[in-house]
Nanobody, 119 residues
Framework: QVQLVESGGGLVQPGGSLRLSCAAS????????MGWYRQAPGKQRELVAT???????NYADSVKGRFTISRDNTKNTVYLQMNSLKPEDTAVYYC?????????????WGQGTQVTVSS
């Protein structure tokens, strides 16, 4: 079972940027589809972005053009670069690892990192 640890969250003003990182343990990282999800208070967890082992990406419509997901397989790390942040991006952001050949999110989750966008 892969273990995930997120970092990089914080408080930022509207229009600002943050970069989240997710460090994964385990030798199978290269094969996993990695994803970022978020959950705002009172709302369900939602997809932000995913990246396959072949680096194909998928984004929620609400973040297209503003967020970029990437991965560094040599460091077992996935990133989420967030630009032009809006107050509605405020949420706890979670990293997820899904085995190849599966759909949806996998069983492995990080502890989450808080992102707050406010002036």
């Amino acid at each position: 079972q892969v273990q995930l640890v997120e970092s990089g969250g914080g408080l930022v003003q509207p229009g600002g940027s943050l970069r989240l990182s997710c460090a994964a343990s385990g030798s199978a990282f290269n094969s996993y589809r990695m994803g970022w999800y978020r959950q705002a208070p009172g709302k369900q967890r939602e997809l932000v972005a995913t990246i396959t082992r072949g680096r194909s990406t998928n984004y929620a419509d609400s973040v297209k053009g503003r967020f970029t997901i990437s991965r560094d397989n040599t460091k077992n790390t996935v990133y989420l670069q967030m630009n032009s942040l809006k107050p509605e991006d405020t949420a706890v952001y979670y990293c997820n690892a899904a085995p190849p050949g599966t759909t949806g999110w996998g069983e492995a989750w990080g502890q989450g990192t808080q992102v707050t966008v406010s002036s």
